[in-house]
């Protein structure tokens, strides 16, 4: 009888909890504006990409995709609202793809237990708690007025070049609309990167020595901290209509903080700094991985200038964080101080005030610096890498 009992029991908390995660999926979608919200759903698309690298068979697949189709028709009943824009109907179609995902691997993990479906879960659920988590965090902290350092930093992008970087890239968009359009893929669609990344790992079966999707949260909770060494918004917050084609000379504009009660997400750049972390883990899956990875890097720089949501100096500072954080999750402690380092330097620099009285090229040279600290130091480590391998394989030949 106790036997009889305890499998009832299991079988009613089975029961119990798929049931509670399904209703909870669609609370969370209509909650969240899953038809609309273009960035918490590339969160969710994310999920259906890992699971999609699992292999799980072409009838889990279905499965998820039918579970996915449920989600969406729940949505619609519920009269969430949606985004008519083809590219932000695309992603939150995977949204509803990616919950059915998350829908079977957790009733994987409630039903069998499955150690697999726990890695792969746990992978899948990292960017839409993270995007919750970050979303709080943002309002908690902009909740009040306070004190933005924008105008110091436009100065410093002014010592380096009469024409702000923003003007001139959005001269080029609008000469280009396919790069402008490119730009915008890029940025709308930062969250689908890291998962793809992952997935991608999973289906090849290799056993990296950094998961993207952690190194991804763990930058993120980093910039959050380093947004209030220096607060920034953007330049087009900052100077508003004059972005992009009335933007003043630097000389003009006062460089004194003044109180703001807009987002403060400027420096570093965690755009610029996520997409960094995605080229680096993009080296292990060839030249293909590589080459997609290489082009968002790029169309993510032109986002984020011709936006007018970063200044070029919020870029160069997002070199040395994404460094720290892949050196973090490889337990290298040199090169996480030299990467923390070089980060927190750029933004007492910043702050201070301190380049007003260097000339530009000196400003330059210490860009240039930067990223060449970066790239020596990852190159160094990665020959030393090659040769310890080569030692080895010398020494099991004799």
């Known amino acids: 009888m106790n036997k009889i009992a305890k499998t009832m029991a299991s079988l ?13 999926l669609v609370l969370i979608a209509g ?41 969406g028709a729940c949505y619609a009943l519920l009269s969430g609202p949606i985004d008519h824009d083809p590219l932000v109907a695309l992603i939150s179609a995977g949204a509803f793809l990616g919950i059915g995902s998350i829908t079977v691997m957790a009733c994987q993990t409630i039903w069998t237990r499955s150690t697999n479906s726990v890695a792969a879960l746990r992978d899948a659920l990292i960017l839409p708690v993270f995007s919750l988590v970050a979303g709080l965090g943002m309002n908690w902290v902009n909740a009040a007025p306070q004190r933005t ?66 190194a991804f949260a763990v930058a993120g909770v980093v910039g959050f901290l380093l947004y209030q060494v220096c607060p920034a918004e953007g330049p087009v917050y900052s100077f508003g209509t004059r972005f992009p084609d009335h933007l003043p000379d630097w000389h003009d504009v006062s460089l004194a903080p003044y109180l703001s009660a807009g987002a403060h997400n400027a420096i570093p750049s965690m755009h610029m700094a996520w ?46 964080l994404a460094f720290a954080v892949w050196s973090a999750f490889r337990r290298d402690k040199l090169r996480v101080t030299l990467g923390l380092s070089l980060t927190c330097g750029w933004l007492i620099y910043l702050r ?13 040279m210490l860009i240039l610096a930067t990223v060449a600290a970066v790239g020596t130091s990852e190159y ?16 099991a030949r004799e």
């Not at 923003?166 to 000469?175: D, H, K």
């Not at 201070?352 to 330059?364: E, I, Q, R, V």
């Not at 160094?380 to 020494?395: E, F, N, Q, W």
């Open 12 to 24: 009613a908390y089975k029961w119990v909890a798929s049931i509670a995660l399904m209703v909870s």
């Open 149 to 214: 350092y924008d105008h110091l930093l436009y100065a410093f992008d002014g010592t380096l070049m009469q024409i702000a970087p923003g003007q001139t890239i959005a001269a080029l968009f609008r000469s280009f609309p396919w790069i402008a359009a490119g730009a915008g893929v890029a940025y709308q669609g930062l969250l689908i990167f890291p998962p793809l990344y992952r997935g991608w790992a999973l289906y090849r079966g290799l056993r990296s020595s950094v998961n993207v999707m952690y």
């Open 31 to 71: 909650i969240w504006h899953m038809g609309s919200n273009s960035m918490i759903a590339c969160g969710f698309f994310g999920a259906a990409l890992i699971f999609a690298g699992t292999r799980p068979g072409s009838r889990l697949l279905l499965i998820a995709a039918a579970a996915g189709v449920g989600y």
């Open 275 to 320: 997409a960094l972390l995605i080229l680096w883990s993009a080296f292990e899956l060839g030249p293909l991985a590589l080459a997609i990875a290489a082009s968002f890097v790029g169309f993510t720089v032109l986002a984020t200038l011709g936006s007018g949501e970063h200044y070029l100096v919020d870029l160069v500072v997002s070199v040395p």
């Open 352 to 364: 201070s005030g301190a380049f007003l009285l260097t000339p530009g090229f000196a400003n330059w």
């Open 380 to 395: 160094l480590r990665a020959t030393g890498r090659a040769t310890v391998l080569l030692d080895s394989a010398l020494r």
